[in-house]
């Protein structure tokens, strides 16, 4: 008969309740630990798609001074809702960017401006925001070039026929056209401007997440 080495017989005699105890730690852990789906979960709203999130923009905004690619800020002008559960407060910090941003041309071409938000400030943590964009076109010049050409031609026709007759009159018409053109070249400028506290509403184009606080 073999007879066990003493020292194995202790560590086994050791290992028995060292394995038991750490079962029981597992076990305990188990039962006590919150679970991330369970009834002890941190809740969470989402804000659907489609939803609507009016802003107010804190500075103003212009097409001769704000490139694409800028970032601009805007503040939350109504809460955002769910189930009649306030997600979002009034007031909340929001973050855009100048998606595209073009001046007007000196005698034609139309000045545009579109923005799109990018995140919103809600108990101290940023959440990205996936919206549609809003735009503002400038209006058309052609027409008040043309008046103005004409109204320059007009007066230069007038001054020649005062300064020499009829054949000043033809040199002045032509002269007369050219100032026209030129006013026309430095005022005819139209560019989109869009002024602090300017209201906005944007809607979202993916559901947003925010944990309930």
Not at 4 to 23: T, W
Not at 178 to 184: H, K, T, V
Not at 187 to 212: C, D, H, S, Y
Request: charged share 15%; net charge positive; no cysteine.
């Amino acid at each position: 008969m073999t007879v066990p080495n003493k020292k194995y017989v202790i560590a086994s005699a050791l290992a028995i309740p060292l394995l038991a105890l750490a079962l029981f730690a597992a076990a305990r852990a188990t039962n006590f630990a919150p679970s991330l789906t369970g009834p002890g979960a941190p809740e969470a709203m989402v804000v659907p798609a489609g939803t609507a999130i009016q802003v107010r923009l804190n500075h103003s905004l212009a097409t001769n001074q704000n490139d694409s690619g800028e970032t601009f800020a805007a503040t939350l002008a109504a809460p955002v809702t769910v189930e009649g559960k306030t997600v979002i407060p009034a007031g909340a910090n929001v973050k855009g960017t100048v998606v595209e941003s073009r001046p007007s041309g000196r005698l034609k071409g139309h000045a545009y401006m579109t923005l799109a938000l990018n995140t919103v400030e809600v108990r101290g943590a940023d959440y990205k925001l996936h919206t549609g964009t809003v735009g503002r076109q400038s209006g058309d010049h052609k027409k008040r070039n043309i008046l103005m050409i004409g109204g320059g031609g007009g007066g230069g026709a007038l001054i020649g026929a005062l300064a020499g007759g009829g054949k000043g009159a033809l040199i002045g018409g032509p002269v007369g056209a050219g100032a026209g053109l030129a006013a026309a070249a430095i005022t005819g400028r139209k560019q989109v401007r869009i002024p602090a506290e300017t209201g906005m509403t944007f809607r979202l184009t993916q559901p947003l997440t925010i944990p309930e606080g």
